[in-house]
Protein backbone atom coordinates (compact mmCIF):
# COMPACT_ATOMS: atom_id res chain seq x y z
CA UNK A 1 0.00 0.00 0.00
CA UNK A 2 2.91 2.07 0.76
CA UNK A 3 4.07 2.02 -3.19
CA UNK A 4 0.81 2.31 -4.38
CA UNK A 5 -0.34 5.34 -2.54
CA UNK A 6 3.23 6.66 -3.33
CA UNK A 7 3.02 5.83 -6.81
CA UNK A 8 -0.67 7.61 -7.32
CA UNK A 9 0.75 10.52 -5.88
CA UNK A 10 4.34 11.42 -7.60
CA UNK A 11 2.26 10.47 -10.75
CA UNK A 12 -0.45 12.33 -10.66
CA UNK A 13 1.82 15.45 -9.64
CA UNK A 14 4.20 14.22 -12.99
CA UNK A 15 1.00 13.41 -14.98
CA UNK A 16 -0.76 16.41 -14.29
CA UNK A 17 2.34 18.71 -15.37
CA UNK A 18 2.72 16.72 -18.47
CA UNK A 19 -0.76 17.10 -19.52
CA UNK A 20 -1.55 20.79 -18.46
CA UNK A 21 -3.21 20.01 -15.61
CA UNK A 22 -1.41 20.82 -12.45
CA UNK A 23 -4.07 23.40 -11.33
CA UNK A 24 -6.75 20.83 -11.36
CA UNK A 25 -4.69 18.23 -9.44
CA UNK A 26 -4.10 20.68 -6.60
CA UNK A 27 -8.12 21.71 -6.60
CA UNK A 28 -8.77 18.23 -6.84
CA UNK A 29 -6.67 17.41 -3.60
CA UNK A 30 -8.43 20.05 -1.81
CA UNK A 31 -11.60 19.05 -2.79
CA UNK A 32 -11.21 15.35 -2.44
CA UNK A 33 -9.84 16.33 1.42
CA UNK A 34 -13.47 17.75 2.31
CA UNK A 35 -15.43 14.74 0.75
CA UNK A 36 -13.40 12.37 2.54
CA UNK A 37 -14.05 13.99 6.04
CA UNK A 38 -17.26 16.01 5.48
CA UNK A 39 -19.23 13.80 3.30
CA UNK A 40 -18.12 10.68 3.92
CA UNK A 41 -16.43 9.84 7.10
CA UNK A 42 -19.15 12.06 9.19
CA UNK A 43 -22.43 10.38 7.44
CA UNK A 44 -20.83 7.49 8.40
CA UNK A 45 -20.97 8.22 12.45
CA UNK A 46 -24.91 7.88 12.00
CA UNK A 47 -24.81 4.75 10.49
CA UNK A 48 -21.93 3.39 12.45
CA UNK A 49 -24.13 4.42 14.99
CA UNK A 50 -27.23 2.54 14.31
CA UNK A 51 -25.74 -0.93 13.54
CA UNK A 52 -23.01 -0.99 16.21
CA UNK A 53 -25.84 -0.62 18.20
CA UNK A 54 -28.46 -3.26 16.82
CA UNK A 55 -25.08 -6.16 16.80
CA UNK A 56 -24.54 -5.07 20.17
CA UNK A 57 -27.96 -6.48 21.22
CA UNK A 58 -27.78 -9.22 18.69
CA UNK A 59 -24.56 -10.36 20.56
CA UNK A 60 -25.90 -9.87 24.14
CA UNK A 61 -28.98 -12.02 23.12
CA UNK A 62 -26.98 -14.76 21.98
CA UNK A 63 -27.93 -14.46 18.28
CA UNK A 64 -24.48 -13.85 16.61
CA UNK A 65 -22.66 -16.74 18.61
CA UNK A 66 -25.79 -19.27 17.63
CA UNK A 67 -25.15 -18.02 13.58
CA UNK A 68 -21.61 -18.46 13.90
CA UNK A 69 -22.25 -22.02 15.48
CA UNK A 70 -24.69 -22.88 12.98
CA UNK A 71 -22.21 -21.80 10.01
CA UNK A 72 -19.36 -23.21 12.26
CA UNK A 73 -17.97 -26.39 9.48
CA UNK A 74 -17.64 -23.40 5.95
CA UNK A 75 -16.49 -20.70 8.45
CA UNK A 76 -13.47 -23.12 9.77
CA UNK A 77 -12.17 -23.41 6.57
CA UNK A 78 -12.38 -20.19 5.10
CA UNK A 79 -10.77 -18.87 8.21
CA UNK A 80 -9.15 -21.56 10.07
CA UNK A 81 -6.89 -19.20 12.94
CA UNK A 82 -10.52 -17.64 14.42
CA UNK A 83 -12.02 -19.45 16.90
CA UNK A 84 -15.19 -21.34 15.85
CA UNK A 85 -17.30 -19.13 18.70
CA UNK A 86 -15.63 -15.56 18.46
CA UNK A 87 -17.85 -13.37 17.94
CA UNK A 88 -16.02 -12.47 14.60
CA UNK A 89 -17.60 -15.39 12.86
CA UNK A 90 -21.33 -13.65 13.12
CA UNK A 91 -19.86 -10.37 12.31
CA UNK A 92 -18.48 -11.25 9.19
CA UNK A 93 -21.38 -14.30 8.12
CA UNK A 94 -24.10 -10.85 8.55
CA UNK A 95 -22.12 -8.88 6.55
CA UNK A 96 -21.38 -10.56 3.56
CA UNK A 97 -24.96 -11.13 3.82
CA UNK A 98 -25.96 -8.01 3.38
CA UNK A 99 -23.37 -7.62 0.92
CA UNK A 100 -25.04 -10.67 -1.43
CA UNK A 101 -28.34 -8.61 -1.09
CA UNK A 102 -26.89 -4.90 -2.08
CA UNK A 103 -27.34 -3.67 1.31
CA UNK A 104 -24.51 -1.02 1.25
CA UNK A 105 -25.60 0.98 4.16
CA UNK A 106 -25.92 -1.89 6.23
CA UNK A 107 -22.37 -3.60 5.15
CA UNK A 108 -20.38 -1.37 5.55
CA UNK A 109 -20.89 -1.07 9.80
CA UNK A 110 -20.95 -4.95 9.78
CA UNK A 111 -17.78 -5.36 8.29
CA UNK A 112 -16.33 -2.69 10.39
CA UNK A 113 -17.78 -4.55 13.56
CA UNK A 114 -16.19 -7.72 11.70
CA UNK A 115 -12.42 -6.20 11.06
CA UNK A 116 -13.25 -4.84 15.10
CA UNK A 117 -13.21 -8.53 16.56
CA UNK A 118 -10.83 -10.29 13.78
CA UNK A 119 -8.29 -7.49 15.42
CA UNK A 120 -8.96 -8.69 19.03
CA UNK A 121 -7.42 -11.63 17.80
CA UNK A 122 -4.17 -10.11 16.26
CA UNK A 123 -0.60 -10.94 17.16
CA UNK A 124 0.92 -8.19 15.17
CA UNK A 125 -0.78 -5.22 15.70
CA UNK A 126 -0.67 -2.90 12.43
CA UNK A 127 -0.53 -5.80 9.99
CA UNK A 128 -3.49 -7.50 8.24
CA UNK A 129 -3.98 -11.35 9.51
CA UNK A 130 -4.72 -13.95 7.04
CA UNK A 131 -8.13 -14.09 8.19
CA UNK A 132 -8.41 -10.09 7.83
CA UNK A 133 -7.05 -10.48 4.15
CA UNK A 134 -9.25 -13.47 3.12
CA UNK A 135 -12.25 -11.69 4.56
CA UNK A 136 -11.44 -8.63 2.77
CA UNK A 137 -11.04 -10.65 -0.90
CA UNK A 138 -14.97 -12.28 -0.09
CA UNK A 139 -16.28 -8.36 1.12
CA UNK A 140 -14.75 -6.92 -2.31
CA UNK A 141 -15.50 -10.49 -4.13
CA UNK A 142 -19.13 -10.78 -2.72
CA UNK A 143 -21.43 -12.99 -4.62
CA UNK A 144 -24.06 -10.80 -5.54
CA UNK A 145 -27.81 -11.48 -5.86
CA UNK A 146 -29.67 -8.60 -6.97
CA UNK A 147 -27.32 -5.65 -8.43
CA UNK A 148 -30.13 -3.19 -7.01
CA UNK A 149 -28.24 0.26 -8.29
CA UNK A 150 -27.17 -1.10 -11.66
CA UNK A 151 -31.12 -1.95 -12.41
CA UNK A 152 -32.29 1.03 -11.28
CA UNK A 153 -30.09 2.91 -13.74
CA UNK A 154 -31.02 0.91 -16.48
CA UNK A 155 -34.88 1.09 -15.56
CA UNK A 156 -34.81 4.78 -15.27
CA UNK A 157 -33.35 4.58 -19.04
CA UNK A 158 -36.48 2.87 -19.76
CA UNK A 159 -34.70 -0.82 -20.09
CA UNK A 160 -37.20 -3.69 -21.29
CA UNK A 161 -35.53 -6.07 -18.90
CA UNK A 162 -33.54 -4.31 -16.25
CA UNK A 163 -33.23 -7.48 -14.68
CA UNK A 164 -31.59 -9.58 -17.16
CA UNK A 165 -28.16 -8.70 -15.99
CA UNK A 166 -29.61 -10.16 -12.16
CA UNK A 167 -27.92 -13.71 -13.64
CA UNK A 168 -24.83 -12.41 -15.31
CA UNK A 169 -23.87 -10.96 -12.13
CA UNK A 170 -24.33 -13.98 -10.36
CA UNK A 171 -21.92 -15.75 -12.60
CA UNK A 172 -19.52 -13.08 -12.57
CA UNK A 173 -19.24 -12.60 -8.80
CA UNK A 174 -19.51 -16.37 -8.17
CA UNK A 175 -15.95 -16.80 -10.23
CA UNK A 176 -14.63 -13.48 -8.55
CA UNK A 177 -15.24 -14.67 -5.31
CA UNK A 178 -13.61 -18.46 -5.69
CA UNK A 179 -10.88 -16.42 -7.46
CA UNK A 180 -10.22 -13.80 -4.93
CA UNK A 181 -10.53 -16.30 -2.18
CA UNK A 182 -9.01 -18.75 -3.75
CA UNK A 183 -5.79 -16.00 -4.46
CA UNK A 184 -5.81 -15.02 -0.70
CA UNK A 185 -5.03 -18.38 0.55
CA UNK A 186 -2.39 -19.39 -1.76
CA UNK A 187 -0.63 -15.69 -1.17
CA UNK A 188 -0.65 -16.48 2.39
CA UNK A 189 1.95 -19.16 1.80
CA UNK A 190 4.29 -17.25 0.32
CA UNK A 191 7.28 -16.41 2.01
CA UNK A 192 7.01 -13.03 1.37
CA UNK A 193 3.85 -12.36 2.95
CA UNK A 194 5.24 -14.65 6.15
CA UNK A 195 3.86 -12.46 9.43
CA UNK A 196 6.12 -11.92 11.60
CA UNK A 197 6.59 -13.33 15.37
CA UNK A 198 3.84 -12.68 17.35
CA UNK A 199 3.65 -9.91 19.81
CA UNK A 200 2.04 -9.34 23.06
CA UNK A 201 -0.75 -6.66 23.24
CA UNK A 202 0.39 -3.85 25.32
CA UNK A 203 -2.04 -2.28 27.84
CA UNK A 204 -2.25 1.63 28.28
CA UNK A 205 -0.68 1.17 31.98
CA UNK A 206 2.33 -0.82 30.31
CA UNK A 207 1.58 -4.40 31.58
CA UNK A 208 1.70 -7.45 29.35
CA UNK A 209 -1.81 -8.81 29.00
CA UNK A 210 -2.67 -12.11 27.46
CA UNK A 211 -4.15 -11.73 23.85
CA UNK A 212 -7.96 -11.70 22.83
CA UNK A 213 -10.02 -15.50 22.39
CA UNK A 214 -13.01 -16.24 22.22
CA UNK A 215 -13.07 -16.66 25.93
CA UNK A 216 -11.67 -13.25 26.92
CA UNK A 217 -13.02 -11.45 24.25
CA UNK A 218 -14.73 -8.20 25.16
CA UNK A 219 -17.72 -9.07 23.26
CA UNK A 220 -19.80 -11.49 25.22
CA UNK A 221 -23.73 -12.52 25.50
CA UNK A 222 -25.95 -10.79 28.79
CA UNK A 223 -24.03 -12.21 31.79
CA UNK A 224 -27.71 -13.22 32.46
CA UNK A 225 -30.01 -14.18 29.60
CA UNK A 226 -33.65 -15.28 30.41
CA UNK A 227 -35.05 -18.16 28.75
CA UNK A 228 -37.40 -17.26 26.16
CA UNK A 229 -41.34 -17.86 27.50
CA UNK A 230 -44.28 -19.01 25.64
CA UNK A 231 -45.26 -15.83 25.40
CA UNK A 232 -42.34 -14.42 24.01
CA UNK A 233 -42.02 -17.59 22.18
CA UNK A 234 -46.17 -16.70 20.68
CA UNK A 235 -44.15 -12.63 19.96
CA UNK A 236 -41.32 -14.01 17.96
CA UNK A 237 -43.75 -16.32 15.90
CA UNK A 238 -45.73 -13.33 15.00
CA UNK A 239 -42.92 -11.05 14.26
CA UNK A 240 -41.82 -13.58 11.62
CA UNK A 241 -45.14 -14.46 10.66
CA UNK A 242 -45.78 -10.69 10.09
CA UNK A 243 -42.65 -10.12 7.55
CA UNK A 244 -43.49 -13.92 5.92
CA UNK A 245 -46.84 -12.52 4.96
CA UNK A 246 -45.14 -9.40 3.40
CA UNK A 247 -42.80 -11.64 1.87
CA UNK A 248 -45.74 -13.48 -0.06
CA UNK A 249 -46.92 -10.70 -0.79
CA UNK A 250 -44.34 -8.48 -2.82
CA UNK A 251 -43.59 -12.15 -4.83
CA UNK A 252 -47.52 -13.37 -5.90
CA UNK A 253 -49.16 -9.62 -5.47
CA UNK A 254 -46.77 -7.46 -6.41
CA UNK A 255 -46.74 -3.79 -7.20
CA UNK A 256 -47.06 -2.15 -10.66
CA UNK A 257 -43.62 -1.29 -10.97
CA UNK A 258 -42.77 -5.02 -9.78
CA UNK A 259 -45.44 -7.02 -11.88
CA UNK A 260 -43.02 -7.45 -15.30
CA UNK A 261 -40.56 -8.92 -13.43
CA UNK A 262 -40.50 -12.63 -12.92
CA UNK A 263 -41.07 -14.54 -9.75
CA UNK A 264 -37.81 -15.36 -8.70
CA UNK A 265 -36.55 -11.71 -9.11
CA UNK A 266 -39.23 -10.33 -6.99
CA UNK A 267 -38.34 -12.73 -4.43
CA UNK A 268 -35.01 -11.47 -4.76
CA UNK A 269 -35.88 -8.01 -4.75
CA UNK A 270 -38.16 -8.18 -1.81
CA UNK A 271 -35.59 -9.87 0.83
CA UNK A 272 -33.62 -6.93 -0.36
CA UNK A 273 -36.39 -4.75 0.54
CA UNK A 274 -37.52 -6.53 3.88
CA UNK A 275 -34.15 -7.51 5.26
CA UNK A 276 -32.64 -4.45 6.86
CA UNK A 277 -36.30 -3.52 8.48
CA UNK A 278 -36.52 -6.97 9.85
CA UNK A 279 -33.16 -7.10 11.43
CA UNK A 280 -33.73 -2.98 13.05
CA UNK A 281 -36.92 -5.02 14.73
CA UNK A 282 -36.17 -8.47 15.02
CA UNK A 283 -32.74 -8.06 17.26
CA UNK A 284 -34.53 -5.75 19.66
CA UNK A 285 -37.60 -7.47 20.40
CA UNK A 286 -35.59 -10.67 20.60
CA UNK A 287 -33.17 -8.99 23.12
CA UNK A 288 -35.97 -7.47 25.49
CA UNK A 289 -37.71 -11.37 25.48
CA UNK A 290 -34.18 -12.64 27.12
CA UNK A 291 -34.17 -9.98 29.33
CA UNK A 292 -31.72 -7.87 27.92
CA UNK A 293 -31.70 -4.28 28.88
CA UNK A 294 -31.72 -2.98 25.31
CA UNK A 295 -31.62 0.92 25.65
CA UNK A 296 -28.84 1.13 27.49
CA UNK A 297 -27.22 -1.61 25.36
CA UNK A 298 -27.80 -0.02 22.20
CA UNK A 299 -26.71 3.69 23.52
CA UNK A 300 -23.37 2.19 25.17
CA UNK A 301 -22.78 0.33 21.87
CA UNK A 302 -23.72 3.37 19.69
CA UNK A 303 -20.97 5.43 21.18
CA UNK A 304 -18.22 3.32 19.15
CA UNK A 305 -19.57 4.89 16.03
CA UNK A 306 -18.34 8.03 16.85
CA UNK A 307 -14.80 6.59 17.58
CA UNK A 308 -14.52 4.59 14.61
CA UNK A 309 -15.65 7.18 11.68
CA UNK A 310 -13.00 9.39 13.08
CA UNK A 311 -10.23 6.73 13.10
CA UNK A 312 -10.82 5.79 9.57
CA UNK A 313 -10.30 9.52 8.26
CA UNK A 314 -6.73 9.71 8.48
CA UNK A 315 -6.43 6.45 5.51
CA UNK A 316 -9.40 7.44 3.98
CA UNK A 317 -8.16 10.82 3.45
CA UNK A 318 -4.78 9.44 2.01
CA UNK A 319 -6.79 7.35 -0.28
CA UNK A 320 -9.08 9.10 -1.38
CA UNK A 321 -6.93 12.17 -2.06
CA UNK A 322 -4.75 10.48 -4.32
CA UNK A 323 -7.49 8.60 -6.07
CA UNK A 324 -8.75 12.16 -6.67
CA UNK A 325 -5.79 13.80 -7.87
CA UNK A 326 -4.74 10.74 -10.49
CA UNK A 327 -7.92 10.73 -12.21
CA UNK A 328 -7.58 15.19 -12.15
CA UNK A 329 -4.28 14.69 -13.96
CA UNK A 330 -5.87 12.46 -16.41
CA UNK A 331 -4.17 9.34 -15.33
CA UNK A 332 -7.20 7.32 -16.32
CA UNK A 333 -7.10 8.95 -20.00
CA UNK A 334 -3.41 7.73 -20.37
CA UNK A 335 -3.84 4.52 -19.13
CA UNK A 336 -6.75 3.77 -21.44
CA UNK A 337 -4.63 4.96 -24.20
CA UNK A 338 -1.66 2.70 -23.15
CA UNK A 339 -3.87 -0.40 -23.07
CA UNK A 340 -6.24 0.08 -26.19
CA UNK A 341 -4.30 -1.32 -28.91
CA UNK A 342 -3.71 -4.46 -26.80
CA UNK A 343 -7.16 -4.64 -25.88
CA UNK A 344 -8.91 -4.11 -28.69
CA UNK A 345 -6.42 -6.74 -30.15
CA UNK A 346 -8.56 -9.53 -27.90
CA UNK A 347 -11.88 -8.13 -28.34
CA UNK A 348 -12.03 -6.07 -25.21
CA UNK A 349 -15.02 -3.75 -25.46
CA UNK A 350 -12.80 0.02 -26.01
CA UNK A 351 -15.81 1.60 -24.82
CA UNK A 352 -15.94 -0.18 -21.22
CA UNK A 353 -12.05 0.10 -20.34
CA UNK A 354 -12.53 3.82 -18.29
CA UNK A 355 -15.19 2.34 -16.40
CA UNK A 356 -12.97 -0.59 -15.57
CA UNK A 357 -9.66 1.52 -14.73
CA UNK A 358 -11.91 3.47 -12.75
CA UNK A 359 -14.23 1.00 -10.85
CA UNK A 360 -11.81 0.26 -8.17
CA UNK A 361 -10.76 3.24 -7.27
CA UNK A 362 -14.59 5.19 -7.06
CA UNK A 363 -17.81 4.18 -7.13
CA UNK A 364 -19.38 7.63 -7.99
CA UNK A 365 -17.37 8.13 -10.80
CA UNK A 366 -18.13 4.78 -12.24
CA UNK A 367 -21.29 4.94 -11.77
CA UNK A 368 -21.57 8.23 -13.93
CA UNK A 369 -19.56 6.34 -16.68
CA UNK A 370 -22.07 3.51 -16.54
CA UNK A 371 -24.97 6.15 -16.91
CA UNK A 372 -23.37 7.72 -20.06
CA UNK A 373 -22.89 4.58 -21.81
CA UNK A 374 -26.35 3.81 -20.99
CA UNK A 375 -27.87 6.55 -22.13
CA UNK A 376 -25.27 6.49 -24.95
CA UNK A 377 -25.68 3.21 -26.59
CA UNK A 378 -29.27 2.23 -25.14
CA UNK A 379 -30.39 1.03 -22.07
CA UNK A 380 -30.28 -2.36 -24.02
CA UNK A 381 -27.36 -3.07 -25.91
CA UNK A 382 -24.70 -5.18 -25.27
CA UNK A 383 -22.37 -2.31 -23.75
CA UNK A 384 -25.11 -1.12 -21.04
CA UNK A 385 -25.99 -4.67 -20.15
CA UNK A 386 -22.21 -5.61 -19.91
CA UNK A 387 -21.17 -2.15 -17.70
CA UNK A 388 -24.25 -3.14 -15.76
CA UNK A 389 -22.69 -6.06 -15.14
CA UNK A 390 -19.52 -5.49 -14.35
CA UNK A 391 -20.38 -2.57 -12.18
CA UNK A 392 -22.87 -4.69 -10.14
CA UNK A 393 -20.47 -7.56 -9.84
CA UNK A 394 -16.92 -5.65 -8.76
CA UNK A 395 -16.17 -3.02 -5.95
CA UNK A 396 -14.28 -0.28 -5.16
CA UNK A 397 -11.55 -2.22 -3.91
CA UNK A 398 -9.15 0.75 -2.70
CA UNK A 399 -11.67 2.00 -1.18
CA UNK A 400 -13.06 -0.77 0.94
CA UNK A 401 -9.26 -1.40 1.94
CA UNK A 402 -8.85 2.34 2.97
CA UNK A 403 -12.05 2.01 5.42
CA UNK A 404 -12.05 -1.21 6.77
CA UNK A 405 -8.10 -1.32 7.54
CA UNK A 406 -8.56 2.44 8.84
CA UNK A 407 -10.58 1.18 11.72
CA UNK A 408 -8.89 -0.92 13.26
CA UNK A 409 -5.16 1.06 12.45
CA UNK A 410 -4.04 -1.57 10.00
CA UNK A 411 -0.95 0.10 7.41
CA UNK A 412 0.76 -3.53 6.44
CA UNK A 413 -1.94 -5.11 4.33
CA UNK A 414 0.18 -7.68 3.03
CA UNK A 415 -1.65 -9.58 -0.07
CA UNK A 416 -5.34 -7.86 0.48
CA UNK A 417 -4.52 -5.12 -2.40
CA UNK A 418 -3.74 -8.30 -5.08
CA UNK A 419 -6.29 -10.57 -3.58
CA UNK A 420 -8.93 -7.62 -4.30
CA UNK A 421 -7.33 -6.39 -7.58
CA UNK A 422 -7.62 -10.21 -8.68
CA UNK A 423 -11.33 -10.92 -8.39
CA UNK A 424 -11.84 -7.70 -10.00
CA UNK A 425 -10.30 -8.48 -13.04
CA UNK A 426 -11.53 -11.79 -13.18
CA UNK A 427 -15.53 -10.54 -12.43
CA UNK A 428 -14.65 -8.18 -15.54
CA UNK A 429 -13.69 -10.90 -18.23
CA UNK A 430 -16.69 -13.65 -16.76
CA UNK A 431 -18.83 -10.54 -17.29
CA UNK A 432 -17.82 -9.70 -20.69
CA UNK A 433 -18.02 -13.53 -21.92
CA UNK A 434 -21.17 -14.28 -20.30
CA UNK A 435 -22.83 -11.09 -21.49
CA UNK A 436 -21.49 -12.06 -24.93
CA UNK A 437 -22.51 -15.40 -24.98
CA UNK A 438 -26.30 -14.54 -23.48
CA UNK A 439 -27.26 -10.75 -25.04
CA UNK A 440 -24.64 -10.27 -27.55
Same mark, same amino acid.
Given at each position: ?200 ? +? ?108 ? +? ?124 ? +???
Amino acid at each position: MNYLWLALIVGSVLIGGYEGHLQEVADKSFEMTEFAVVKTAFPLIGIMALWLGIMRLAERAGLVALLARTLRPALRRLFPDVPPEHPAMGSMVMNIAANMLGLGNAATPLGLRAMKDLESLNRNPGTATNAMCTFLAINTSSVQLVPVTAMAILATNHATNPSAIVGTSLVATACACTCGVTMAKLMARLPVFKLPPPERD +IDPGGTNRPLATAENSPVKEAPALKPLRWWGAVIMAGYLLFFAGLFFRSIFWPAAADAATVPPVRAVNAISQLLVPFLLGVFPLYAALRGVKVYEEFVEAAKEGFDVAIR +IIPFLLAMLVAIGMFRAAGGIDILSRWLAPALHAIGFPMELLPMVLLRPLSGSGTLGLFTELTKQFGPDSLIARTAGTIYGSTETTFYVLAVYFGSVAVRRTRYAVIAGLTADLVSVIVAIVVCRA +IFG
